[in-house]
């Protein structure tokens, strides 16, 4: 079946510019998971969605940064007044329900020049 | 506070050798995963294993819960097999994946 899908792949914007990432997960799963990854780093966790609702927004780096889900499936984060700092690539997972194996998405490159 | 440690940071091996990769976590886990990043940034999941091992082909892991370490054997190496390797815990009461710092792995022809 189809896999975790993310769009765009790849996104170029000016500083103080908002943005828009999706994430597609796997038809059924219910959990799903915002991460961030600068160059040459780790993964820096951002937000945990149940359905739709988000017990663990801990990790979002600033009140420029939301992200929701809508009918259990899609999931958007949203960055607003883009900094450079924002530059990374944004990466997505899900997973059947809470605590089991995640899937990635390809993620989305974000650079903001 | 919870930490993920991963060891070493980085490996290279020639073709054929075998390696083992350690994954240190601080506290109780409700899940361990390791996965590999390949060169075009995509991650794969290798294993999912809170405790006790498994084995995949060339590879396997064991997760030590009660010792609080899980380790990832690759045995034969190939070229492909390149890459970061990443363990992320889910630690117990809590609903975020702290991932390790990866070990990146260069296996040479």
């Known amino acids: 079946g189809a896999g975790v899908s993310q769009s765009p792949s790849n996104k170029v914007t000016e500083k103080g510019k908002d943005v828009e990432l999706r994430c597609d997960p796997i038809?059924?799963?219910?959990?799903l998971y915002w991460y961030r990854q600068s160059l040459g780093q780790g993964l820096e966790f951002l937000i945990y969605?149940?359905?739709?609702?988000?017990?663990?927004k801990s990790g979002l780096p600033s009140d420029r940064f939301s992200a929701e889900r809508t009918g259990g499936s899609v999931s958007t984060l949203t960055i607003q007044r883009t900094q450079q700092e924002d530059s990374a690539v944004y990466l997505c997972?899900?997973?059947?329900?809470?605590?089991?194996?995640?899937?990635f998405g390809p993620g989305t490159r974000l650079t903001v020049l | 506070g919870i930490q993920v440690e991963q060891s070493p940071p980085d490996l290279i091996l020639q073709e054929g050798a075998n390696s083992t990769l350690r994954c240190n976590f601080s506290?109780?886990?409700?899940?361990l995963q390791w996965f590999h990043q390949n060169p075009w940034g995509q991650l794969i999941n290798l294993f999912y294993?809170?405790?006790g091992t498994k084995q995949n082909g060339r590879l396997s892991a064991t997760t030590v819960a009660t010792e609080r370490y899980s380790l990832l054997y690759i045995s034969s190496s190939q070229t492909t097999d390149s890459g970061v390797y990443f363990c992320a815990a889910l630690f117990s009461g809590t609903y975020k994946y702290i991932f390790g710092t990866g070990t990146r792995l260069k296996v040479l022809a």
């Open positions: 506290d109780s886990v409700n899940n």
């Open positions: 038809s059924g799963h219910t959990a």
């Open positions: 969605f149940q359905g739709n609702s988000a017990p663990d």
């Open positions: 997972a899900s997973s059947l329900g809470f605590a089991d194996t995640q899937y």
């Open positions: 294993i809170p405790s």
